[in-house]
């Protein structure tokens, strides 16, 4: 199987809230809430970078197109990182997300890698790192 990710998508317990954080607060472009008509349907987009989606879909729509019943949500199951060139660009991340009501988690530091670092959740507990790695500078 070759990895062709072209959506991640976080489960939501209010979607306007969700689209709120991320539109609004974090200055992500989003056309807005979509698919209102159908039972199950109404999602929000976000293009991230070429070919790759952020989707806020419900928690419920995502159990009803699963089959599976939505259970307690775990923030330590997955984070999303958001690579950044400098340490003041983590920083600067880190103030919007707060800006935008976010959760810290941790705030940004020296990480024992020698890369630099701080968590955040959005309104539903999802977590995203905020990160510089010296590595990956292209």
């Known amino acids: ?57 419900p928690r419920t729509s995502i159990g009803h197109d699963t089959g599976l019943s939505p259970g307690p949500a775990n923030p330590t199951e997955m984070t999303l990182g958001h690579n950044v060139a400098t340490k003041a660009e983590v920083d600067a991340v880190m103030a919007k997300a707060i800006a935008a009501g976010a959760v810290i988690v941790k705030p ?15 309104p539903d507990g999802h977590l995203w790192e905020a990160v510089w790695n010296p590595q990956w500078l292209d």
């Open 1 to 57: 199987m070759k990895p062709r990710v072209t959506v991640i998508t976080l489960g939501v317990d209010d979607l306007e809230v969700s689209l709120r954080f991320y539109r609004d607060g974090l200055g992500f472009p989003c056309e807005g809430i979509i698919g209102e008509a159908f039972e199950y349907g109404a999602v929000a987009f976000i293009p991230l970078q070429p070919g790759l989606r952020l989707a806020l879909w």
């Open 108 to 122: 940004a530091h020296e990480t024992f890698w020698g890369g630099y670092s701080g968590y955040f959740q959005d």
